[in-house]
Structures are given as C-alpha cells and as structure tokens.
C-alpha cells in the first residue's frame, strides 16, 4: 500500500472530515491547524481569527484506492472555493478554502484541478495553493465530531447536508464499511 498526506482546508473542519472519513481508500483523517504564525493554538485562539491559522483537515490515503485529484475533485465538490474567507455562515481567515501541497507533484496536480474547477464554478475561484506548513492536531474533541454529533444543530444543518452531497454525487466512491 502506498500512502499519500492530503492537507485540505475548506470552512469548519468538521464538514471535512466527515465526508473525507467515508472516501474509500482514505485510511485516516484528523482535524487540526496550519498556515498560521502561533505554535500550538488552541481552538478558541484560532476561532479569533488571530492566529493566521486555517482550520484543516489531514487525509492519509492510499493512492492505489483513490489519487490525489480525485482527493482534490471532491474537496471542489463539498465547499465553496469561491467566496473569499467564508463558507457559509462561518466566516474569518480560518475558514479561507486552501491546499497545503506536500510535494511538488501535489501542487501541479492542485494547479490542474483549479484551472479545471474555473470552468465549473460562476465566480472566480479563491482556493489559496500553499506549502504545508507546521500542522498542529486540533483537540480531542473535535476529532470525530460528526460521528458521535450527528444530532448536534451545526452538524444537523450544515455537515450533514455536505455528507448527504458527497453521497448522491460520489456514490460508487463511498467506503462499503460506512454505508
């Protein structure tokens, strides 16, 4: 098995997340920080909007189940790359749409793809393409958050109408053990 480290920001780290951990072939996802100034921010530093901080989510995948652009196809398809530091109601740079690249590979692949979404999308595309920078893990309790939350407001209204997305549009690529 051949792994590859994904890097994604695109709003609340929970909505990511949650579909990244139904993608078949993704074999681990973690929220956490990234892209900003202070060493280990907490969530509320980072809820500021202070700390230069994204909140993201890290996707180790086995790249003979799913590649990278198909990684990146569906991060296009889950949030809105076009609004600049904002996705829906949450707003600040912590919820900017960015790709922290780990290779020079991942950025030409991120490159294509948002020249691809451009012809997708009515308005520009806004997604920043980044050098992944120093990661820091985001607290237990946001691990796992739409699985043991489902019924939670923020996770009723907006994560699981994204995972409801992901679903319908990437059926055939869903983990068989999620279904």
Same mark, same amino acid.
């Given at each position: ?26 074999? =681990?996802? %973690? ?10 921010? @907490? +969530?509320?530093? #980072?809820? &500021?909007?202070?700390?230069? =901080?994204? %909140? ?10 799913? @590649? +990278?652009?198909? #990684?990146? &196809? ?106």
């Amino acid at each position: 098995m051949a792994t590859e480290i994904a890097t994604l920001g695109g709003g609340c780290f929970w909505c990511l997340e949650a579909v990244y951990q139904e993608l078949k072939g993704v074999e =681990h996802v %973690e929220s956490g920080y990234t892209g900003g100034r202070v060493p280990n921010p @907490t +969530y509320e530093q #980072v809820c &500021e909007g202070t700390t230069g =901080h994204a %909140e993201v989510v890290r996707i180790t995948f086995d790249t003979d189940v799913v @590649t +990278y652009r198909e #990684v990146l &196809e569906i991060f296009f398809t889950i949030h809105d790359p076009t609004t600049l530091n904002r996705q829906g109601n949450d707003v600040g740079t912590q919820y900017r749409s960015v790709i922290y690249y780990h290779s020079p590979e991942q950025q030409d692949t991120a490159k294509h793809v948002i020249a691809e979404m451009a012809n997708v999308w009515d308005a520009p595309i806004v997604t920043e393409l980044s050098p992944a920078e120093t990661y820091y893990k985001a607290e237990d309790y946001h691990q796992n958050y739409f699985r043991q939350h489902p019924l939670q407001g923020y996770c009723a209204f907006v994560v699981a109408p994204k995972v409801a997305k992901f679903r319908k549009t990437f059926a055939e690529r869903i983990n068989s053990e999620v279904e």
